[in-house]
């Protein structure tokens, strides 16, 4: 089991930049993939980014290829998106979340999720 927390949400301008964490809980951090989803009002859930347990391997949604980041740091037991060049389309809730088979890119298949971080993005 793992306790997710996001922080690092905020108010940006169009073309900004912005960095979220997501500190885990437990001492198996490194058992799971984790991704990064988000959600604006009236939308579905979306996956934004995913990375493998040991950091190797990174995966992104085509409307944020180029612009976001993903990485972990094991030792602090922390996941990271670095986001840049920001639009208005970027306005959303952002979520972490852990799996703990595969590296799924599907909210379906991810067992522990944060609360969310609010990130809204100004034209």
């Known amino acids: 089991q793992v306790q997710l927390v996001e922080s690092g949400g905020g108010l940006v301008q169009a073309g900004g930049s912005l960095r979220l964490s997501c500190a885990a809980s437990?001492?198996?951090?490194?058992?799971?993939?984790m991704g990064w989803f988000r959600q604006a009002p009236g939308k579905e859930r979306e996956f934004v980014a995913a990375i493998t347990r040991s950091g190797g391997r990174t995966y992104y949604a085509d409307s944020v290829k180029g612009r976001f980041t993903i990485s972990r740091d094991n030792a602090k037991n922390t996941v990271y998106v670095q986001m840049n060049s920001l639009n208005t389309e970027d306005t959303a809730v952002y979520y972490c979340?852990?799996?703990?088979?595969?590296?799924?890119?599907?909210?379906?298949?991810?067992?522990?999720w944060g609360q969310g971080t609010q990130v809204t993005v100004s034209s």
């Open positions: 437990g001492r198996t951090f490194s058992s799971y993939a």
């Open positions: 979340a852990a799996a703990a088979v595969g590296v799924p890119n599907t909210p379906k298949l991810y067992g522990f």
